[in-house]
């Protein structure tokens, strides 16, 4: 058993950080939470010129192992880098890497990786929340190709991206899974309508619509009627992106504050209750990067996290939350002070940590879905 | 990173889970109550070599790391084991860790088997080591008496046992001189070293001790699952309700999380890491609070039948809360690791609160 990190890992997150001091400047990072932007192309290509962007389906032999890859995703959310579209454009990637047409996979894998083209996902809609396979989009196949009618709820840079990539029901009389086809759509097609969707934390967001929309068959990524099949196959070694660093920023900024003297000259670090809780945050933020370590440790082992993964997604956002809550709270009355406001506590960094933390338990898989998936495979209790 | 475990390490615990399965049953763990040792169990432990295996081979001892001994403390609590196995090694380890010639002549018999000393993981108060574990059974115990870490020899007559929520074998031990008369106590350090001393032993008690919590709360966890799985009702097995079992989903996130936090504290300890005392002491924080709420969840779950003496799983409950407050809850913990992390420290901390 052996906890440490090795020299070499280490040295790639130096590499890391030291990539980010020069392609995440002060004034981009100002913009983009100015804006709510998750998406900056410079930066994008900068991480595609490194190859850090394509898994293994990318134009070289996979360039990051598991460890590199949670090295680099964990840094990257350390620092709020804008990498969203990355991330989405490197998931459909792989769906289509892995059952796209070889058309297809020539048009769309190297702009992925490269930083070039970015994609938005079009899975969820207003009806369907976490449950995806209630999808009721539909694309009915016409002359040369598919018309497609309907609405796909928070296709987050959907407004800025390329494409987006369609769940949609291609056999009007099918139920559940069955019956999914899986599209990419160029998001400049007539028909197709962003309207932006304003979030709690400042994050810029859509909903998109699709009336009659045209797309010629080779857009068309998996075979008819096998998109979810397809999808959960290339997505099976897929985990969540790690939401400790986000964790670690929240204690990051508690800490500073407390270390500081306040207006009536006295240090919060000398008060019992502030040393409390900020060690209990401090070991929730360890038990998080220990859950996330192991996810990354099976992985590379060749093990598949089946419940890891969900507890490791589970316990980091939750604890996000409730010490979002409880910091806040410890801070006091100043924690009140707005991020954009002048006087704000350590820059606003926990005032937009309470707003930030309530996505992460219901994105990606809501906390409740996570504890379903934990219940079945690990405390071998039956599916409801 | 490895966050697996060596060959020589699964031996260990097939060994330790072997011997626990025939020899600490719940019928054991019953048998043994309200006295909390069963004196079988012990020996058997003592005769495997559980005390020796922690001790350094230049002394006598196998030589087993910290990580072994959290290993195997897992294994002791998911058995609720009725016998002073973690008291007995962190005391022994502390004799070996001194090794003065008076430290080493007490050890003799420690790693004989002749003798059982403890260690009171608080200092005592007005004369009186209150709630010492496995005072109720030991020979002797070590105490820091202000800047002096004593060797105090105990007998019936200067302790009283303690019935108490776990049936652990506690005692209130009164260390005043009229009460030790003729046997006196022996002095193993004093000053800083004393205090020194003292503290890397507590570190080692509250990191094996959460480890023991974590087996304590995952066996708690998998009664609770079983009874779910089977048990019916408004014809579902009640393990389909949410209500039911997202708390016990939660319960397994917390406790895989703590067993990799007491294990990295093990491991911080045994390189004599900066953050070993930050992390046994936030180890035993979050493994204290897991074993509270999984046992909590394991009876719940159990309905009325977990509320009855006859289930198993009131064992675990009483022990997750008896046998880690004998130091303190878990926002001592919390004080005792912001300590550490937030060294130049204004606050110190010596045991609870």
């Not at chain 1, 976490?130 to 002359?143: E, G, I, K, L, N």
């Amino acid at each position: 058993m052996d906890f440490a990190v090795d020299a070499e890992t280490e040295a790639f997150r130096t590499e890391v950080r030291a990539f980010l001091a020069e392609h995440l400047p002060a004034e981009v990072e100002e913009r983009l939470y100015v804006t709510g932007e998750s998406h900056d192309d410079d930066f994008a290509r900068a991480l595609g010129e490194r190859g850090w962007i394509a898994p293994e389906w990318g134009p070289e032999e996979r360039p990051l192992d598991p460890t590199h890859a949670h090295v680099l995703e964990a840094e990257l959310a350390k620092a709020e880098a804008p990498f969203y579209a990355v991330s989405t454009g490197a998931m459909v990637g792989r769906v289509v890497a892995a059952s796209g047409s070889e058309d297809l996979r020539a048009e769309i894998l190297p702009g992925i990786a490269s930083g070039e083209v970015t994609i938005a996902l079009g899975m969820t809609e207003p009806e369907a929340g976490s449950d995806v396979a209630a999808v009721q989009t539909r694309a009915r196949p016409v002359d040369g190709g598919w018309v497609i009618d309907g609405q796909k709820m928070f296709t987050t840079n959907g407004h800025a991206a390329d494409h987006v990539f369609l769940l949609v029901r291609t056999d009007p009389d099918s139920r559940r899974h069955r019956g999914l086809t899986t599209f990419l759509v160029p998001l400049d097609r007539p028909g197709v309508e962003v309207q932006a969707v304003r979030t709690i934390s400042g994050e810029r967001t859509n909903i998109t619509y699709y009336a009659d929309v045209f797309v010629e068959d080779r857009w068309r990524i998996s075979e008819v009627g096998d998109g979810w099949r397809s999808l959960m196959l290339a997505l099976q070694d897929e985990h969540s992106a790690p939401f400790s660093p986000h964790l670690a920023r929240l204690l990051e900024a508690a800490e500073e504050w407390a270390a500081a003297p306040g207006v009536d000259g006295t240090v919060p670090l000398d008060r019992p209750d502030v040393r409390r809780r900020l060690a209990r945050a401090a070991t929730e933020l360890e038990v998080a990067q220990l859950l996330e370590a192991r996810t990354t440790w099976m992985e590379a082992s060749g093990e598949v996290p089946l419940a890891e993964g969900p507890m490791s997604k589970l316990f980091s956002t939750e604890a996000i939350v409730r010490n979002a809550e409880d910091l806040t709270a410890l801070v006091g009355p100043d924690a009140l002070r707005s991020r954009t406001d002048p006087t704000a506590v350590v820059g606003g960094r926990i005032e937009h940590a309470l707003r930030f933390s309530l996505g992460t338990t219901i994105y990606a898989g809501t906390s409740e879905v996570q504890r379903n998936i934990i219940a079945q495979h690990r405390c071998g209790l039956p599916r409801a | 990173m490895d966050l697996g475990l060596s060959d020589e390490q699964h031996q260990l615990v097939d060994s330790f889970t072997n011997l626990l399965a025939k020899a600490s049953t719940p019928e054991h763990v019953r048998a043994a109550e309200p006295g909390g040792v069963d004196q079988a169990l012990w020996r058997t432990l003592r005769e495997t070599g559980a005390v020796t295996m922690g001790v350094a081979e230049a002394h006598g001892g196998w030589g087993a790391t910290l990580v072994d001994l959290a290993l195997v403390a897992e294994r002791l609590g998911r058995a609720v084991a009725p016998a002073p196995v973690i008291e007995a090694q962190v005391a022994a380890r502390l004799l070996a860790a001194i090794a003065s010639p008076a430290a080493l002549d007490a050890l003799g018999p420690v790693l004989a088997g002749e003798r059982l000393v403890t260690l009171a993981v608080r200092p005592p108060q007005g004369g009186m080591a209150a709630l010492t574990p496995a005072g109720a059974v030991c020979d002797a115990v070590i105490v820091l008496d202000g800047d002096r870490l004593l060797l105090v020899p105990v007998s019936d007559r200067t302790r009283r046992p303690v019935a108490n929520l776990a049936a652990a074998p506690l005692a209130d031990i009164d260390l005043s001189p009229s009460a030790i008369e003729g046997a006196a106590a022996t002095e193993l350090a004093a000053g800083v070293e004393a205090v020194d001393r003292f503290e890397a032993a507590l570190d080692e008690w509250l990191t094996l001790t959460a480890a023991a919590l974590v087996g304590i709360g995952s066996a708690a966890l998998d009664l609770g699952c079983a009874y779910a799985a089977e048990r019916t009702a408004f014809g579902a097995p009640i393990g389909t309700f949410q209500g039911v079992s997202h708390p016990l989903a939660d319960d397994a996130t917390h406790l895989d999380g703590a067993r990799l936090l007491a294990q990295k504290a093990a491991w911080s300890l045994d390189r004599d890491d900066a953050r070993g005392r930050e992390l046994a002491a936030m180890a035993f924080a979050f493994a204290s609070r897991t074993a509270e709420a999984a046992t909590y969840d394991a009876i719940h779950v159990h309905g009325g039948y977990g509320f009855m003496l006859e289930y198993d799983v009131q064992l675990h409950h009483r022990r997750a809360r008896g046998w880690a407050r004998v130091w303190g809850d878990a926002e001592a913990a919390d004080a005792r690791a912001a300590d550490a992390r937030y060294a130049g420290a204004r606050h110190t901390t010596t045991g609870a609160r």
